[in-house]
């Protein structure tokens, strides 16, 4: 079993439309939350970084950490065609500790 | 703009002929990673500097080395490339300092290997 589980999708959404993702982990031990977005051929960008259990909300994005459940979650309200990406969830067990990536879920937004 | 410079974009390789990737960045982290991201997978940590600390992951294979010589500049050099080798190859960056511990990714080098 992998410590970080995503799907891949590809999840195909109307623009305007909300998106949807999120990830299980096994390590109780992780702390530390973060969603990076991936362009093709590109680097990842951190979207959102996240300490505990708990909520985050920056613009259209909201974060949601549910450690009790080992489940994190991305929402993106009012997605646009520019959305259209690869999410990476990514996680620590502290501010100083291996970064554990998730395989990524495809974002389509359609016009 | 502060960044994290990946240099070539695009690389294409002989199978056994060595291959140097470099990385540069200009936002003084004391921090520099190298993972490697095959397609629909999740980036894989290869090694990271700690200023000039090298910490290579236990499964990282021998084939693939690093140099640091300097803040600045890293490196990463695959002696002997391999077909399995082809991927997309990440440089990051972070400081230590806690509330800036966050990885500043590349735009990457996707390395063919022929």
């Known amino acids: 079993q992998k410590e970080v589980e995503q799907d891949p999708g590809p999840l195909s959404v109307p623009e305007g439309a909300i998106v949807s993702l999120n990830c299980t982990y096994s390590?109780?031990?992780?702390?530390?939350f973060m969603w990076y977005r991936q362009y093709s051929r590109k680097g990842p960008e951190l979207l959102m970084y996240?300490?505990?259990?708990g909520n985050k909300e920056d613009g259209r994005f909201t974060a949601q950490v549910d450690k009790s459940s080992k489940y994190i979650s991305l929402f993106i309200r009012d997605s646009q065609p520019s959305d259209s990406a690869t999410y990476l969830c990514?996680?620590?067990?502290?501010?100083?500790?291996?970064?554990?990536f998730g395989a990524g879920t495809q974002v389509v937004v359609t016009p | 703009d502060a960044m994290v410079i990946q240099n070539p974009r695009y690389q294409v390789t002989q199978f056994g002929k060595p291959v140097t990737l470099s990385c540069s960045q200009t936002?003084?982290?004391?921090?520099m990673y190298w993972y490697q991201q095959k397609s629909s997978q999740a980036p894989k940590l290869l090694f990271h500097?700690?200023?000039?600390?090298?910490?290579n992951e236990a499964d990282t294979p021998d084939n693939f080395q690093s140099r640091r010589p300097n803040t600045s500049f890293c490196f990463l050099d695959i002696r002997s490339p391999g077909l399995g080798d082809a991927a997309m190859y990440l440089c990051?960056?972070?400081?230590?300092?806690?509330?800036?511990?966050?990885?500043?990714f590349g735009s990457g080098t996707q390395l063919s290997v022929l």
């Open positions: 390590n109780s031990a992780f702390q530390y």
């Open positions: 990051a960056t972070s400081t230590t300092r806690p509330e800036e511990e966050k990885l500043f």
């Open positions: 996240t300490y505990s259990s």
């Open positions: 500097y700690y200023d000039k600390d090298f910490n």
């Open positions: 990514a996680m620590q067990t502290d501010s100083w500790g291996k970064l554990q």
């Open positions: 936002l003084n982290h004391n921090v």
